[in-house]
């Protein structure tokens, strides 16, 4: 993972993209911003000031965007190019994003959110809402605690699933310290009710006692929700598996005016768990919504289910791409906007990182992409 102070980022004369840059979401991120006005001046600069990621309009002089890209990612294999294209996209622009071997394709006007994503997500930096924190572990006896190591697989506000490096059976009663970054810890009493042994240790499922609702309310913004008010709309960030398990009603009084969703952590959705996401749509008292940076698991289900976008569009979202040749595969971040300015509506291939063969949606793209059915045309 990359550090923010470590971020340098090339970017092409756009003052759309230079203004996104000093909007609330970017100003307390201490990057450095390196502007190029050609695609020649940016070869040349990418191979001096070595940055971590360039966004470059497709339509530069000199060298266009497609041919400073192919230049840079061979300079600099590490280095995630972004290019920048603007109106409808035609087969021949569709034809030099697969071959140039840019990571991302972004469409112009847009809004610094939508940015600050794509930025986040292409250099794998933490993103608003995704809280980090810390565990450890114990085990209770009538000779007191032991201290085992382990880690946690899955959170949520009535247990957590550990993977622990010592044998730990049903029935056995267990200390969790949650240390989220930046607050107080949480202590909370788990007794094992399942228990898999594994070549070192094992692995279980641990139920919490009754927690004060305190606690529960921290752990909810922990596992399952937090909303975030430093952009330009509340955005709430949706996290971890929606099963029958899961209740939105201790959310509902947050969800008020114009609101944007981000899915990206949203790991599973089960047919209970459509339901409860489509109710908790109906009953929110929005004014209007989009859904950012929405997971694979999140566009499954909205490509099947009528009603798991309720009144509100997918702005951008994750797909599954891979290379027939040597197998590689990899998730994407797509824009909605960027397939609505196609004649076909269809995705962007990419060039594969491993081999430099073609890198396609791993789908049948009629099928992974029916939630367009709805989207009207840009």
């Not at 965007?65 to 087969?91: E, F």
């Not at 949650?178 to 009493?189: K, L, S, V």
Request: with cysteine; aromatic share 6%.
């Amino acid at each position: 993972m990359i550090r923010w102070w470590d971020v340098k980022l090339l970017v092409s004369n756009n003052s759309g993209i230079l203004r996104h840059l000093g909007a609330a979401s970017f100003r307390n991120l201490p990057m450095e911003v390196v502007v190029v006005t050609g695609g020649g001046q940016a070869v040349t600069t990418a191979e001096r000031e070595q940055p971590s990621l360039c966004i470059l309009d497709a339509e530069l002089s000199e060298l266009s965007g497609y041919q400073a890209a192919h230049r840079i990612k061979s300079l600099l294999p590490a280095c995630r190019v972004v290019l920048v294209l603007g109106g409808r996209i035609t087969a021949e622009q569709m034809r030099m994003v697969a071959e140039c071997g840019c990571d991302e394709i972004l469409i112009a006007p847009m809004e610094s959110d939508q940015l600050y994503d794509v930025v986040a997500i292409q250099l794998d930096v933490p993103r608003r809402g995704s809280q980090r924190f810390d565990i450890d572990l114990a085990l209770l006896g009538q000779e007191g605690q032991r201290a085992i190591r382990g880690r946690v697989s899955n959170l949520s506000v009535d247990g957590a699933r550990l993977v622990l490096d010592a044998e730990v059976g049903e029935g056995a009663v267990m200390r969790l310290d949650i240390r989220p970054a930046g607050e107080p810890p949480m202590t909370i009493r788990a007794r094992v009710v399942w228990a898999q042994r594994r070549e070192g240790g094992s692995t279980v499922g641990a139920a919490f006692e009754e927690l004060p609702p305190a606690v529960k309310g921290r752990l909810a913004r922990l596992t399952q929700w937090e909303i975030v008010h430093d952009t330009e709309r509340t955005r709430i960030v949706i996290k971890g598996d929606i099963t029958e398990a899961t209740s939105f009603d201790d959310l509902l009084p947050a969800v008020v005016g114009r609101v944007d969703f981000d899915l990206s952590q949203v790991r599973y959705m089960n047919s209970l768990g459509v339901r409860e996401w489509i109710e908790f749509l109906l009953r929110a008292p929005i004014q209007g919504y989009e859904f950012h940076a929405c997971s694979v698991a999140f566009v499954l289900q909205a490509s099947l289910v009528e009603g798991v976008t309720g009144r509100g569009t997918i702005s951008s979202f994750f797909a599954p791409y891979a290379c027939s040749r040597c197998d590689y595969q990899d998730e994407r971040l797509l824009q909605t906007a960027a397939i609505l300015a196609t004649d076909n509506r269809q995705p962007p291939a990419f060039s594969c990182p491993r081999c430099g063969d073609r890198l396609a949606l791993d789908d049948i793209p009629e099928r992974y992409l029916a939630f367009l059915q709805s989207t009207p045309s840009e």
